[in-house]
């Protein structure tokens, strides 16, 4: 049994979040980094990296992590025959997991952090300390392991609800060139189609959609064939194809118990309007790291979980219930269509549209007065017609 200050078991973008935090704000702590994978390693993602994402880890004394991956510009929705594109504010990026996580991986063990790979299959709370499978102890630990984390499981949190999404990898067609493209489905809401150009002659290409409880999920040529008739000859020579869950957001959800807290998926923080995770990850894990070295500072370690919890309340509270109130939004078909008409006729739309659905955004004014607009419109034509 090794005793550290921390123990954080998951080293993806959550878990490398949390060392850096941790390791910036009190140098020289003893944090161990645990994954079951050694690095680099794939994870089933769409490998779209909002800016915001970069703003943190550069903020957290990691600059550069984009290096050599070409920014993209411009982002593409469509649902029927409706059709938006526009530049974004501010480019993202679609660098492949394998590439992304391990170069924060290497930036925490950089900054300090010890890396181990295991397997955690049991995590033990006791009175002034936890235990991991015998090996690990710490007063405080973090779970960063992912979709169906054990941490989450050892301090009582059922799974909340979920979406499946398959990807894969396909030679970039030509129009979708430097484009993020997304095409929302007709039938389950929300659920999409998108093919992310990596700027390399690649493209993620895949589908997602929200499960309902208890519903069979669609097997892989169900859902190859969503991609492809959402985005005709988008999975030709594709490779790579791998589903996974995602596990989404919504407000007052429990991401702390006393010495644990809960970061990224495991703390269920997948944005669910758009599936994007990333950026919740690393900005929960760098709250949790933070909480963690100030819990070291004060000896208050039983208010590490409480504290966690304030900030990531502080930081996301407002973002989280606006985007679980748009997912709501999201699963009429007339108010989807209302959002494209509405983005596609204002660029401060659009604009807001991708903060909420890519990062901390909120349901703006000028969101709620477009869409009303274009509510009713459709509605006095209807009336119009019948008349
Ligand atoms: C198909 C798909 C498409 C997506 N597209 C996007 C996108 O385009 N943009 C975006 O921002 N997000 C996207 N997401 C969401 C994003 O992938 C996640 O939100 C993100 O990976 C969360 O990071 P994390 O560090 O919390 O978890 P993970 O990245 O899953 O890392 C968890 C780590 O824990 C390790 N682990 C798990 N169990 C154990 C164990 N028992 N013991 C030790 N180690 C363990 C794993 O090996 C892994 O390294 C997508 C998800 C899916 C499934």
Request: net charge positive; proline share 6%.
């Amino acid at each position: 049994m090794t005793s550290h200050d921390l123990v954080v078991v998951g080293g993806g973008p959550a878990g490398a979040a949390v060392a850096l935090g941790a390791l910036q704000a009190r140098p020289g702590m003893s944090v161990a980094l645990l994954d079951r994978a050694d690095f680099p390693r794939d994870k089933t993602c769409g490998d779209g990296i909002a800016p915001e994402v970069f703003d943190l880890l550069t903020d957290a004394g990691v600059p550069g992590v984009a290096d050599g991956w070409a920014p993209v510009d411009r982002l593409s929705m469509r649902r029927g025959e409706r059709v938006v594109e526009r530049t974004m504010v501010r480019s993202t990026w679609v660098i492949p997991r394998a590439v992304f996580d391990e170069r924060l991986h290497q930036a925490a063990v950089r900054a300090g952090a010890q890396p181990h790979t295991h397997r955690v299959s049991q995590v033990t709370v006791g009175a002034d300390d936890v235990r991991v499978d015998d090996r690990f102890s710490a007063p405080l630990a973090v779970g960063a392991d992912g979709a169906h984390s054990v941490v989450r499981r050892a301090i009582g949190l059922p799974p909340g609800p979920t979406a499946f999404a398959l990807r894969g990898y396909a030679p970039t067609t030509d129009r979708r060139v430097g484009t993020q493209a997304m095409v929302f489905g007709t039938s389950r809401q929300p659920s999409y189609a998108w093919s992310f150009d990596r700027g390399d002659g690649l493209a993620n290409v895949g589908y997602g959609e929200v499960q309902a409880p208890g519903a069979p999920r669609l097997s892989r040529p169900q859902l190859l064939a969503q991609i492809e008739q959402l985005l005709p000859g988008s999975t030709a020579d594709g490779t790579q194809w791998k589903g996974a869950h995602l596990p989404l957001s919504g407000w007052g959800a429990r991401v702390a118990s006393g010495r644990v807290a809960l970061t990224g998926d495991a703390a269920g923080m997948v944005n669910p309007m758009t599936g994007e995770g990333i950026y919740y990850a690393v900005l929960t894990g760098l709250l949790a790291g933070r909480a963690a070295a100030a819990a070291l500072d004060t000896g208050d370690l039983h208010l590490f979980g409480r504290d966690y919890t304030r900030r990531v309340r502080t930081e996301l509270g407002p973002h989280l219930r606006h985007s679980a109130l748009a997912a709501r939004l999201c699963r009429s078909g007339r108010l989807l269509d209302a959002g494209v008409r509405a983005a596609q006729s204002d660029q401060r739309v659009f604009d807001d549209l991708v903060d909420l659905g890519l990062a901390n955004g909120r349901i703006t004014p000028v969101v709620l007065r477009r869409l009303a607009r274009h509510l009713l419109g459709t509605a006095t034509q209807r009336t119009e017609h019948i008349g």
